[in-house]
């Protein structure tokens, strides 16, 4: 009986000790790092943290080259009380980028999100639905841009979108910026995949029109412009 009572306090530790040796589940939250467009100063990322390529998560978020654009694509941004904004993407520099923006506006994810970040003269930023520069869709993708080893040449002038993103090259999700005005310290930094063909007047009246709380362009809740939706057209 003693014999049998050891080997089954033996087994029940055993089984408690591979119980407790199971990994842990990995902090997904996105709440403590701003998607940023850079600064408008000399402060651009060096991208000096970027990720191997063999990452697999990168594959997984950015997903298999089957499902990824090609060729150019259309867009319209539409604002309240302000107008439409027309852009065309380009898919053959920036498939991955071009892509999850265009599936993200097919599903409506941008309908009633703002422009929560507007430095006049730079840039102005939203597609974040938390409305404060810390959210992002269910997931990341792979930084298009030379500093990470992807070969881009859409400079950031004056009418071209572009990913927002964290020091993590790889962070950009859903937030993405327009080019009030030329920024080429941000080339080979972030992943611009278009530009504007209609309305970048209404770039210019939100940029004149909205009140800000910094120098970094911090836009309070009630003042944020609003985008009615995103329409892809092709």
């Known amino acids: 009986m003693k014999k049998a ?4 306090l033996c087994a029940a530790l055993f089984a408690s000790v591979i119980t407790g040796c199971g990994s842990e589940p990995k902090d997904t939250d996105q709440n403590g790092s ?3 467009a850079g600064t408008s100063g000399d402060g651009s990322l060096d991208g000096s943290d970027s990720g191997s ?4 998560d990168a594959d997984s978020d950015s997903g298999s080259e089957e499902t990824l654009l090609s060729g150019l694509h259309h867009v319209e941004i539409e604002i309240d009380n302000y107008g439409t904004v027309a852009l065309e993407l380009d898919a053959d520099t920036a498939p991955i980028s ?3 923006f265009v599936d993200l506006a097919k599903e409506g994810f941008y309908d009633g999100l703002t422009f929560h970040r507007i430095i006049s003269g730079f840039m102005i930023q939203g597609g974040d639905p938390s409305g404060n520069g810390t959210g992002g869709s269910d997931k990341e993708i792979k930084g298009e841009f030379s500093s990470n080893g992807i070969t881009n040449d859409i400079a950031h002038d004056r009418g071209v979108i572009s990913m927002a993103r ?3 090259p790889d962070s950009a999700s859903s937030q993405f910026f327009i080019m009030h005005q030329d920024s080429p310290h941000l080339d080979g930094n972030y992943a611009a995949f278009g ?4 309305g970048i007047e209404i ?3 939100i940029c004149e029109n909205t009140p800000v709380q910094d120098d970094n362009g911090t836009v309070n809740a009630d003042d944020q412009p609003v985008i009615k939706t995103i329409r892809v057209i092709d």
Do not use: A, R, W
């Open 53 to 56: 390529e063999e990452d697999p």
């Open 195 to 198: 530009h504007v063909t209609s």
């Open 5 to 8: 009572t050891i080997l089954i």
């Open 98 to 100: 071009v892509t999850n």
């Open 166 to 168: 964290s020091n993590d």
């Open 203 to 205: 770039v210019d009246q």
């Open 34 to 36: 701003s998607n940023t």
